[in-house]
T-cell receptor
Framework: SAVISQKPSRDICQRGTSLTIQCQVD?????MFWYRQQPGQSLTLIAT?????????ESGFVIDKFPISRPNLTFSTLTVSNLSPEDSSIYLC????????????FGPGTRLTVL | AQKVTQAQTEISVVEKEDVTLDCVYE???????LFWYKQPPSGELVFLIR??????QNEISGRYSWNFQKSTSSFNFTITASQVVDSAVYFC???????????FGTGTKLQVIP
């Protein structure tokens, strides 16, 4: 099974600053996904990150607020910009399983608190 | 559009009781995939099962079992002889392919009381 790591695991940030979250995978994958989980809520897809193209954002999420980079097939970053307390959430990266695996892999998550 | 409904927000059971978590889904796709995940208080998502739409056979894994019924668009999850370690939030989820984006239900918080 794939191994996904995220950095940082948690952070406390001040209002108005930005946080960049890194997602590293131990194998090459075409598609990576970024999800947000607000406190006590379910997971919501922010965007799909494909290598070599612009990320595709879901309704309600915009590139200016959540810029994403995908420089290669094993790495992606999500930046949460101009932070406000409403951005306090767990952010998770995910990659789809392959045709030969059953699991949909999720990273361990980054727990962000904005003061 | 895909939608997953978990009507049970919170469930409390006494240890050793059986408990069933309900999941109803909506999709226009003829091929789709259903998942269950466990999220303990630590926050990580633990994959439990993936089932494709062509396989309606029920599955059992230890104390866990899943009942998939296309006729009622349901994919229910039963824990037999519940344990305190089963206390977590459980998410049912749906995707149109095994490596595509996933639509999550709102989750069911299970509390197992000793």
């Amino acid at each position: 099974s794939a191994v996904i790591s995220q950095k940082p695991s948690r952070d406390i940030c001040q209002r108005g600053t930005s946080l960049t979250i890194q997602c590293q995978v131990d194998s090459q994958v075409t598609m990576m996904f970024w999800y947000r989980q607000q406190p006590g809520q379910s997971l919501t897809l922010i965007a799909t990150a494909n290598q070599g193209s612009e990320a595709t954002y879901e309704s309600g999420f915009v590139i200016d607020k959540f810029p994403i980079s995908r420089p290669n097939l094993t790495f992606s970053t999500l930046t949460v910009s101009n932070l406000s307390p409403e951005d306090s959430s767990i952010y998770l990266c995910s990659l789809g399983g392959t045709q030969h695996t059953r699991e949909q892999f999720f990273g361990p998550g980054t727990r962000l608190t904005v003061l | 559009a895909q939608k997953v409904t978990q009507a049970q927000t919170e469930i409390s059971v006494v240890e050793k009781e059986d408990v069933t978590l309900d999941c109803v889904y909506e999709t226009r796709d003829t091929t789709y995939y259903l998942f269950w995940y466990k999220q303990p208080p630590s926050g990580e998502l633990v994959f439990l099962i993936r089932r494709n739409s062509f396989d309606e056979q029920n599955e059992i894994s230890g104390r866990y079992s899943w009942n998939f019924q296309k006729s009622t668009s349901s994919f229910n999850f039963t824990i037999t002889a519940s344990q305190v370690v089963d206390s977590a939030v459980y998410f049912c989820a749906l995707s149109e392919a095994p490596y595509q984006k996933v639509t999550f239900g709102t989750g069911t918080k299970l509390q197992v009381i000793p």
